[in-house]
């Protein structure tokens, strides 16, 4: 009898022990993710200056 007791009780506390750890895994990622921050942009450098609006009229 005990060890048909056993046999039922060991799968679910194993249960309970995967799906407690996965609880405390969460827990501790989302605090490190808090902490980290987004790199800034950089900005782009252009090799050549901008074009001008609009032409010089031709004399």
Same mark, same amino acid.
């Given at each position: 009898m %005990?060890?048909?007791v056993l046999a &039922? !009780?060991?799968p679910i506390l194993m249960l #309970? +022990? +995967?799906l %407690? !750890? #996965?609880r405390y895994e969460e827990l501790m990622l989302s605090e490190q993710e808090d902490d980290r921050r987004e790199? &800034? &942009?950089l900005p782009v450098a252009t090799s050549?200056? %901008?074009p001008a609006g609009t032409p010089a009229p031709s004399p």
């Open positions: %005990a060890m048909m &039922a !009780l060991i #309970g +022990v +995967v %407690a !750890l #996965g790199p &800034a &942009a050549s200056p %901008a």
